[in-house]
């Protein structure tokens, strides 16, 4: 390639590069400053990072090099022929480039979803081809006049590009169908709970606990610096095996998950949603209650039916709720992925004779229901160290701190 060709492009493309690593240098400066797991990191690997650096920096330098000599070479000489071989494959070298630049930059900002990869790869692919047409105008002119002049040819290729075109679209709605199937259990079976805090107990249940400390947990972790903006929301809850009576129809279920949350639950773990799409109000009173809609086959139940909840402690007690909405099995009503009862804390407090307790704490993150999975590894820790500092424990048995280090069980719920 000529000199005076190449030389604005070179220069284009070292003013972007230098762009993109100024900003990729002031974002790791702003989490260096807020993380603390980074800078203990940084701190003891001090010596390899300098490596790294000086190895980044003779790469960069020696590939500048190369790139100068090319845009200078003769075209007769090896150099040029290397140069002209490269102009060449610059559309291939495009994509690379585009697909290193979404991995490492792109990904993190807007998210990894198939979505947005196929959204920027039709981008880039656009950009492209209107490079490559703006480069070699004698060649687009030459296409468009072959369009006119022979229809029946270009027809055929279209109809060719149409067929490819669909069989490509139909192996990827095929893949993100697959992808849906096998993670929707396990997305929906936790919701919006991304990290979850519980200790069984010998029985199979989950072991008591104040509602103080969940409190005292999101208090923590909202004013910490390294996961208070990664942080959304903390919830208690009370969950137990419980046996329901739809008085009304005289059915009978055991087995039922009874959930019990706080009015303000929803604005973290979601809204429980009809069939018809509309949002079923959460804020329950002691003496309403929603069931999800395989609890609501299984009862035979419909809105505006009481139902009687014996207590899993003592049959003797029971707990009468009129049934005020049927909720889909979705992110919010699947949960155990059974018969699902929701209910107020208060009337779960009763049943469980627990009052000013919970046995269950969810902890969301941002970033909504499959995003927020990103941030687990940075709050997931934190939320364990915190747990160790709310209670002493024994030795061995305190909530893991580090990823290297196993995961023991704790005696402090």
């Not at 070292?14 to 993109?20: N, T």
């Not at 468009?144 to 029946?152: I, M, P, W």
Request: hydrophobic share 45%.
């Amino acid at each position: 390639m000529s000199s005076n060709r190449s030389r604005p492009l070179l220069i284009s493309l070292a003013v972007l590069v230098a762009i993109i690593a100024l900003g990729e240098l002031f974002a790791l400066l702003m989490d260096y400053q807020n993380n603390t797991y980074l800078q203990q990191y940084v701190s003891n690997n001090m010596p390899l990072i300098f490596e790294q650096i000086i190895g980044l920096a003779l790469l960069s330098s020696g590939s500048a090099f190369l790139a100068y000599k090319l845009s200078n070479a003769r075209p007769t000489g090896r150099l040029g022929w290397a140069s002209r071989r490269i102009r060449g494959l610059s559309p291939i070298i495009a994509v690379i480039i585009a697909l290193v630049l979404y991995f490492t930059v792109f990904s993190s900002i807007f998210g990894s979803s198939l979505l947005g990869l196929e959204i920027y790869g039709v981008i880039v692919l656009f950009l492209i081809t209107v490079g490559m047409m703006a480069r070699d105008k004698i060649t687009v002119r030459m296409s468009l006049r072959n369009f006119t002049r022979r229809k029946t040819s270009m027809a055929l290729v279209i109809a060719g590009l149409m067929i490819g075109t669909a069989m490509i679209s139909g192996s990827l709605v095929t893949g993100d169908t697959l992808t849906n199937l096998f993670t929707r259990g396990a997305y929906n079976g936790y919701g919006y709970a991304d990290e979850v805090v519980y200790t069984q107990s010998p029985q199979g249940g989950y072991q008591f606990f104040s509602v103080a400390i969940a409190h005292s947990l999101y208090q923590i972790l909202s004013s910490s610096s390294s996961t208070g903006s990664d942080l959304r929301g903390v919830t208690p809850e009370i969950l137990s095996t419980v046996t329901a009576n739809n008085t009304s129809w005289g059915v009978v279920q055991s087995g039922a998950t009874l959930i019990g949350t706080y009015a303000n639950a929803s604005q973290v773990l979601g809204d429980f949603h009809a069939s018809d799409g509309s949002v079923i109000p959460s804020g329950l009173t002691d003496t309403q209650a929603i069931v999800n809609d395989r609890a609501a086959r299984d009862l035979n139940a419909t809105v505006g039916d009481q139902l009687t909840i014996f207590s899993p402690v003592n049959q003797t007690f029971s707990v009468s709720v009129k049934l005020v909405g049927i909720a889909v099995s979705d992110a919010r009503g699947s949960f155990s992925g059974g018969d699902n009862i929701f209910v107020s804390m208060s009337t779960a407090q009763a049943l469980t004779f627990h009052p000013g307790s919970a046995n269950y704490i969810a902890i969301t993150n941002i970033g909504g229901l499959r995003n927020s999975i990103q941030y687990t590894s940075m709050v997931g820790l934190a939320a364990n160290q915190t747990l160790n500092g709310l209670q002493p424990l024994a030795p061995n048995f305190e909530c893991k701190t580090s990823p290297n280090r196993p995961a023991n069980s704790t005696t402090l719920l």
